[in-house]
């Protein structure tokens, strides 16, 4: 009796893209795409779409709304550039006891992966939801529900990068007779700065999204006017704060890239 072949590698691919691809189809014709109260669209939502497409065209460029989108963008950029500077030092800190660089007790690598998991598990919107609840809406609970998440996703990264390093140069820094401490300062991080702060300047996009998302718990900034521009159904102004919103994520990447040449 011949025994069965397991199936390779490119069989399982194709198996799985043809399940995925299966059930994309089902959910899509499963959905009711018909324009009333039970569809997908309101009775008047091909109207907005369509007024809202137009209005790409013809944004508002008046002179108070450009000096009303630089003032929003750079708020939003000082809160999430706050809200990141003290996510990296509690993610550092935590990333230290995780890696077991700097101690080699297990357990306390245990504890501190438990504690950023337990912080990046969480959303940003579920912490700003207890920071409305404890200090109402207050830019410093927006920060702090911006920082908490973030703390738990550049530690996991930082402490990542710490273990996977080669261990060629931290070895002859220890037969040399390099403590803990300089193994750290001369070995781990000459060699993990670059990713690491790539990483960071990467996660200081997300916090400028992620802040614009918080405009609602007190936090200002261009999610606050996107928001009320929405409320007033004043399209145009919409698009010019999109478009600020934009050119400050493309400003950081070309501000990230020029850091991680310099390192």
Known sequence: MERNQPLSLNERRNILTIALLGAFL????????????????????????SRLSQSLLNPDISPALIKLALESSLLTFCYALISLSLAVIVGFLLALLASGVLFSSLWLQISARGILGALRAIHELIWAWFF??????????AVFALAIPYSGYLGKIFADTLQGMPQKPIIALQQSGANRLQRLCYGYLPQALPMMLSYTMYRLECAIRSSSVLSFVGLGGIGMQIQLSLQDLKYEQIWTFLFFLVAMIMLIDRWSYAVRQRV
């Open 26 to 49: 089902a959910t899509l014709f499963s959905l009711d795409l018909t324009t009333g109260s039970s569809g997908i669209m309101h009775s008047g939502g091909w109207a907005t779409l």
């Open 132 to 141: 409305v609840a404890a200090v109402g809406l207050n830019p410093v609970g």
